[in-house]
């Protein structure tokens, strides 16, 4: 008899806008799900037969791609970023919109021309998917990993630019910075381990609740 399904979701803003979904399919979260103080990452949902683990956005992928959980949500660019093979992303749940972009501050932006680019210094979460975007159009980009206040590393010379997830635009401003390109539009996915998918029932029954859930 196959064991609980595990079904992964990222901490933060996309949570609130995956809910909705989430109970259309099903996978209603249990009570303590929703105690601000709690510090439990693995929780029992309406359905005996799943529970849900809550991780950071990254680690989402790693536990579907490795099979700790069969199914998850994780926005796009979190996908482009890992590239995983095992990972599969059948349904755009069409929510968690915002845009992957370069950005530099407003007084380097006023004379820069990113066409000149050949080579970039670049903070940023995304290495993988920055060095990708750049090496498509001949430009070498040596990226410095943070795992967050990117905007601050151009005011303390750390890098001239970063490449990081823009909704508002507002923190950007905030700090001095500049949209000069946009690299891709993010949205969160369905993901679903493929060996899982091939193999367990439950995760294509699921995969098809969600479909209908967003065509609603």
Same mark, same amino acid.
């Given at each position: ?10 901490k ?48 989402v ?27 599969? /992303?059948? $349904? ?6 915002? @845009? ?5 501050? =407003?007084?380097? %932006? &006023? ?14 979460k ?21 795992n ?33 390109e946009?690299? /891709?539009? $993010? ?6 381990? @493929? ?5 367990? =029932?439950?995760? %294509? &029954? ?11």
């Amino acid at each position: 008899m196959a064991g609980k399904l595990i079904f992964a979701i990222p901490k933060g803003r996309i949570l609130d806008e995956a809910l909705p979904l989430m109970r259309a399919a099903g996978i209603d979260p249990a009570p303590d799900f929703f105690h601000k103080n709690s510090r439990a990452l693995l929780f029992a949902t309406g359905d005996a037969d799943v529970q849900i683990i809550r991780v950071r956005a990254f680690d989402v992928a790693t536990f579907v791609a490795h099979g700790a959980a069969q199914m998850g949500i994780v926005g796009s660019d979190v996908i482009d970023e890992f590239d995983y093979s095992e990972l599969y /992303a059948p $349904v755009d749940l069409n929510i968690g919109h915002c @845009r992957i972009s370069v950005a530099e501050p =407003a007084e380097l %932006a &006023a004379t820069d021309d990113p066409r000149s680019w050949s080579h970039v210094r670049v903070a940023t979460k995304y290495p993988n998917l920055t060095r990708k975007h750049f090496a498509a159009r001949g430009v070498q980009a040596e990226c410095v990993k943070l795992n967050g206040a990117m905007e601050i590393a151009p005011l303390l010379g750390l890098s001239s630019r970063i490449v990081d997830l823009v909704s508002s635009g507002q923190t950007l401003k905030e700090n001095g910075l500049v949209e000069v390109e946009k690299i /891709a539009e $993010v949205s969160a996915r369905l993901v679903a381990n @493929r060996a899982a998918f091939k193999t367990d =029932a439950r995760v %294509a &029954a699921l995969v098809e609740k969600f479909r209908a859930a967003v065509n609603a």
